[in-house]
């Protein structure tokens, strides 16, 4: 039974679609059956995908919508290890059903108050929906007066969050841009470290 986590922000911009990419690579190291479902008109991860070269690992990939979404949800949920949905930039019929499927949604959010104000409305979907969420923040900076402010208010009201972060690193942009994760295309470096200690810690996650 696969581990469904969807990876859900109502802001554009937050690196939703970078986090699901580098996750689904992470989290099918070491053989594991990985999923990656875009379901952001967007199609960010379609195009990534397309970038993928043969040799990178095996990562099986759909961009199912409407009535064919839960489908693939239901379908993929037998078979694989994990399912990752990138989920639409607004809370449509699509968005509801992945979060609505979702053993766990990551909501990435940059430190910012107004990305913070921005990600309520996602919140509000998981709450709706009855599903566990948790707080990724991404493209941290190693100090600074604005990720204190957030990282305070964020404790403040007593939100869920990862605790580990995703810096503001140029490595994961070059390795969208090649349509890989950091993991396969800086293996060794703080970006890659990052992700494969995110994908440690969700790998404690169960299924539904």
Do not use: C
């Amino acid at each position: 039974m696969a581990i469904i986590i969807a990876v859900a922000q109502q802001k554009g911009g937050a690196g939703k679609s970078t986090l699901a990419a580098n996750l689904a690579v992470a989290l099918g190291a070491g053989g594991k059956k990985v999923v990656l479902l875009d379901t952001d008109p967007q199609q960010s991860l379609a195009r990534w995908h397309g970038l993928r070269a043969e040799g990178a690992a095996p990562l099986t990939f759909e961009s199912p919508s409407g009535w064919r979404l839960a489908g693939a949800i239901d379908r993929h949920r037998k078979t694989a290890d994990y399912v990752v949905l990138d989920t639409p930039p607004h809370a449509d019929t699509d968005a509801r059903i992945a979060v609505r499927a979702a053993d766990l949604v990551l909501i990435p959010l940059q430190p910012s108050l107004p990305d913070l104000w921005a990600a309520e409305a996602t919140i509000r979907l998981a709450e709706e929906e009855k599903r566990p969420y948790r707080i990724v923040l991404n493209r941290m900076p190693p100090t600074g007066r604005l990720r204190d402010v957030v990282t305070a208010e964020l404790a403040r009201r007593k939100a869920p969050v990862m605790k580990e972060t995703l810096g503001n690193r140029s490595a994961f942009a070059t390795a969208f841009a090649l349509g890989l994760g950091v993991t396969e295309s800086s293996p060794r470096s703080a970006a890659a470290a990052e992700v494969k200690a995110l994908a440690s810690s969700l790998q404690r996650v169960k299924a539904q």
